[in-house]
């Protein structure tokens, strides 16, 4: 089957978040599956010369955007195995940075716009185009008003994956004829209308034959009012056109086994993952103490990640018990400072490493015995599945995909992979670590868990699996 996939981002060439591994990995999976897969992205200024230098220039194209015609360029390399095209154009996307522009509105109608008036000139008619977020959500509405009748679009599909509801590319309805030369009669509550507005990503839930989002218990939680920010009586009506399939991680590129930016190497020893805590003890600054529970967390410092929560209970938890914390992350000011002021508080205990490094990030897997997801929602989360793969413990709430792959441990039964409370509740989540750190102190039991949790599958595989046969169901 042939597909290609429509991106803001991909990893390793841009990243600003889980979309990017996203996009990097699953298109690498179905490919292993034997199915012709592409990707398509713009060509930003920070992609890395180590594949700016590699590009083929394919060609250019002239790409309608309203009244405007502007010129896009046509870039290509082949990254393991996966041909990926850029659209090059200077003036959206000869920027610092991906997204956070005035004019984000019209850099991406452009993209829309771009990935197809692009497929002509590949020699490559997909037969499903799989679009991603708001910023390619426009893709299936394009493909229906304009594209319709020529023959070389004839046949082909659209899928649309939600990665996260609370991102939906909300601009001025003035954008549907200046920007994508959209009929206004779209402009309904049956078409791209969202409060008076245009909402990208309606467009991809209205328009795409199937849509999807990254986890099972998602897909149930954005049926409903308080996760569905307004879409939520769209999302019901799709029936079973909505499937929620839970995202995995690259494998070879997240296996302590191998993994160069670690410590120590490590399969499942214990002994060996002990000295990667050891030494993550001495790089940020703790007590080299193997005995104290070690808790990581590496997130967005932003109010989704349920921080209230935490900053609620940490200095009264810190001072009453022999426990380390390590936090890596950067966002909002305020969260910044005051995990920069707890750590002053607690030196002995908590180190806060306002910074992005994936290094340090991979280095905290590895040396942390439990890793801390309190989220008020988690559509999938990836930070969790690095955490198992690693061996280190997830403490997570029963939110999207933290429901679907943390299941919280069984002491009669000796099953589950981590620990997880439900209510969104700070008592709830000291109960839970508090949990969590007894078993921690019983070494057999613990050696139970770590194993029940790097034993787990975390790898595209299965859900590689799952998206091929939505594929072949739009085609059959």
């Not at 994956?161 to 590319?169: F, V």
């Not at 018990?321 to 002053?344: H, I, P």
């Not at 801390?372 to 690095?386: A, D, K, N, T």
């Not at 997830?394 to 299941?407: I, K, M, S």
Request: hydrophobic share 40%.
């Amino acid at each position: 089957m042939k597909i290609l996939f429509a991106a803001a981002e991909v990893f390793p060439f841009i990243k600003t978040g889980g979309l990017a591994d996203v996009i990097g990995a699953l298109p690498k999976a179905l490919h292993e599956a034997g199915h012709d897969v592409r990707i398509v992205l713009p060509k930003y200024k920070d992609i890395p010369s180590r594949f700016t230098d590699q590009l083929q220039h394919l060609g250019e194209m002239e790409v309608p955007v309203g009244w405007r015609r502007q010129y896009g360029g046509i870039e290509y390399l082949v990254h393991e195995g996966v041909p990926v095209y850029f659209i090059d154009n200077e003036y959206y996307f000869g920027r610092d940075g991906v997204y956070g522009y005035g004019d984000d509105g019209e850099r991406f109608a452009f993209l829309n716009r771009a990935v197809l008036e692009l497929l002509p000139r590949l020699g490559f008619r997909p037969d499903v185009l799989h679009c991603h977020d708001w910023h390619t959500a426009m893709i299936p509405l394009l493909l229906k008003e304009h594209f319709r009748e020529d023959e070389a679009y004839q046949g082909i599909r659209t899928v649309y994956t939600i990665h996260n509801l609370l991102y939906q590319g909300i601009f001025p309805r003035e954008v549907l004829g200046d920007l994508l030369s959209v009929p206004d009669h779209y402009f309904t509550a049956d078409g791209v209308e969202y409060y008076g507005n245009v909402s990208f990503m309606k467009a991809g839930l209205v328009y795409a034959d199937h849509v999807t989002t990254v986890s099972p218990t998602y897909a149930s939680e954005i049926r409903t009012p308080y996760y569905g920010y307004g879409m939520d009586g769209l999302l019901r009506s799709l029936g079973d056109r909505l499937t929620g399939i839970v995202n995995g991680i690259d494998a070879q590129l997240y296996n302590p086994a191998t993994d160069d930016q670690i410590y120590v190497k490590y399969r499942s020893s214990l002994a060996k993952k002990q000295q990667n805590k050891l030494e993550l003890q001495r790089e940020v600054g703790l007590p080299e103490n193997g005995a104290i529970p070690l808790i990581g967390m590496v997130t967005r410092l932003v109010e989704p990640k349920g921080l209230d929560l935490l900053t609620r209970i940490l200095d009264e938890w810190l001072h009453n018990n022999d426990v380390q914390f390590v936090l890596l992350g950067t966002g909002d000011q305020s969260y910044e400072n005051w995990f920069r002021e707890a750590a002053f508080r607690h030196p002995q205990k908590l180190a806060a490493k306002i910074l992005f490094s994936d290094q340090l990030s991979r280095r905290i897997y590895a040396g942390s015995d439990l890793f801390l997801m309190p989220s008020r929602f988690e559509p999938c989360g990836i930070s969790q599945l690095l955490a198992l793969r690693y061996g280190s413990i997830p403490v997570v709430r029963e939110t999207g995909g933290l429901n679907d792959t943390v299941h919280s441990y069984n002491e009669y039964t000796r099953e589950g992979n981590g620990f997880s409370f439900h209510n969104f509740n700070a008592h709830d989540l000291l109960y839970t670590l508090n949990r969590a750190v007894s078993f921690y102190r019983q070494p057999e039991i613990w050696a139970g868990i770590v194993k029940n949790a790097m034993a787990g599958d975390y790898s595209w595989q299965q859900s590689a699996k799952q998206y091929a046969e939505i594929y072949a169901r739009l085609q059959a």
